[in-house]
């Protein structure tokens, strides 16, 4: 008699495989190396004798013997992860409020769906966002008015825990046309010439002036801000100077053609986020699903990004 070896490593690698559609994003998402995510597959086929995808189709298509594996890991993954959540509410972390302090103005695009599939598994935390824009979020955590603070840093110095999210890359958007638009990429040279086009937040909160221009002893000719992202794409189509955005949150107008990209400096220009807490937050049960749902909210929503 055959001898199972199914685990929920296997369920969770071919679900993984399926909401990704690719061997090198699923290992991102399960956080192993590709060779390691496809030995766990070739061995699992081996014991079956039989292939459970096809590999050389993008996305991936799954045999007979592949979907009845991913049958089964439909109907149990959702049940561990629901009989893990309500041992933690038997055990009294089932309850309680999550606010959330953002200084991104771009979070809104990704933490929304994120919030509402946190929302689904534990109904009984008050979610909320802490209403304005915050320069400062950490400090909202120290006075108690907030337990969740997304971050684009990590400071040792403080005293509160950070849960790695995702790093992406951020883009130099300008006018179809611009002179700028000839270059492989841009320098901070470049940007020192131009007007620049940013969310109204202070210097040290933007990659662009921290991580290119203000190391070159540079600043751009101008500023010029705005809260929406749509008005800053505007002013750009316009001519009326350029931005740096996130590649993800910018793509829908790039596919429609109605502004142009380029990297930012040979290597381009990368970003991070990060939730920071305050240890005893991070001793929730639910915070930790927290993080686990908006990594894997964010990873199969957002083009490009990395998992950190």
């Known amino acids: 008699m055959m001898q199972p070896i199914l685990d929920i490593r296997h369920l969770r690698t071919l679900a993984a495989l399926r909401d990704t559609g690719s061997l090198v994003r699923a290992a991102q998402l399960l956080n192993l190396t590709q060779s390691a995510l496809s030995h766990q597959l070739k061995a699992l086929e081996a014991h079956y004798g039989c292939a459970l995808f096809e590999r050389k189709s993008l996305p991936p298509q799954f045999t007979a013997s592949g979907l009845r594996l991913l049958a089964l890991a439909d109907t149990v993954l959702p049940q561990m992860e629901a009989a893990d959540r309500d041992v933690a509410r038997l055990s009294g972390g089932g309850s309680g409020q999550l606010r959330i302090a953002v200084e991104c103005h771009t979070c809104f695009d ?94 040290d909160m933007l990659d662009v002036l921290r991580q290119v221009l203000v190391p070159a002893g540079l600043q751009p000719r101008q500023r010029r801000t705005t809260e929406l992202t749509v008005a800053m794409l505007q002013l750009v189509a316009s001519g009326r100077g350029i931005a740096a955005l996130p590649w993800w949150a910018v793509q829908s107008y790039l596919d429609r053609g109605y502004v142009s990209a380029r990297p930012i400096g040979p290597q381009g220009l990368r970003g991070e986020l990060h939730m920071a807490c305050r240890p005893g937050v991070s001793a929730q049960a639910w915070l930790s ?13 957002l083009p490009g990004i990395a998992l950190l």
């Not at 990704?110 to 400090?139: T, Y």
């Not at 337990?147 to 130099?172: G, M, N, T, W, Y």
Request: charged share 25%.
């Open 289 to 301: 699903d927290f993080v686990r749902i908006t990594r894997d909210s964010c990873f199969k929503r």
């Open 110 to 203: 990704w933490l929304m769906p994120a919030m509402d599939n946190f929302r689904q598994a534990w109904p009984e935390i008050e979610l909320d966002i802490v209403s304005g824009f915050h320069p400062d979020p950490v400090a909202l955590l120290l006075q108690d008015k907030a337990e969740v603070a997304i971050v684009s840093e990590q400071d040792a110095a403080e005293p509160v825990d950070h849960h790695a999210l995702f790093r992406f890359e951020i883009v130099a958007l300008m006018a179809n046309g611009h002179a700028l638009a000839q270059k492989p990429f841009l320098t901070a040279e470049d940007f020192a010439e131009q007007t620049l086009i940013t969310y109204p937040v202070p210097d």
